[in-house]
């Protein structure tokens, strides 16, 4: 398992929740690691990313305010953490990643991505 996806649940609209991803070493010279989203019946949308180098992230209009990216390269991990959650916000999170550079327009693309983790749920009540 390349990617390892973790830490979704049920949670109250308002709340906050950080899900993790687990990299393995076997990843190297990684650039980009990014969050997807595939609520029930509609596609996979993009969430937010994170690069190894001095880029920016990205976030979707959808979670900007809310939902930050953060890595700890220590403990090879990334993170999204999610605050002021809304019912609209439930799906499963997937975690992907990416070697090669990439333009800006393209970090929102999921087939840009080499590697996918398995997916953790997430869901909002209202």
């Known amino acids: 398992v390349q990617l390892q996806a973790s830490g979704g649940g049920l949670v109250q609209a308002g709340g906050s929740l950080r899900l993790s991803c687990l990299v393995s070493r076997r990843l190297f010279n990684l650039n980009y690691l990014a969050w997807f989203r595939q609520a029930s019946g509609k596609e996979r949308e993009f969430v937010g990313s994170i690069s190894w180098s001095a880029e920016s992230p990205t976030y979707a209009a959808s979670v900007k305010g809310r939902f930050t990216t953060s890595r700890d390269n220590a403990k090879d991990t990334a993170y999204l953490q999610m605050n002021d959650l809304k019912p609209e916000d439930t799906a499963v999170y997937f975690c992907?990643?990416?070697?090669?550079?990439?333009?800006?327009?393209?970090?929102?693309?999921?087939?840009?991505?080499?590697?996918w983790g398995q997916g953790t749920l997430v869901t909002v009540s209202s």
């Open positions: 992907a990643a990416r070697q090669n550079r990439l333009a800006l327009s393209g970090r929102s693309n999921p087939e840009q991505y080499n590697w």
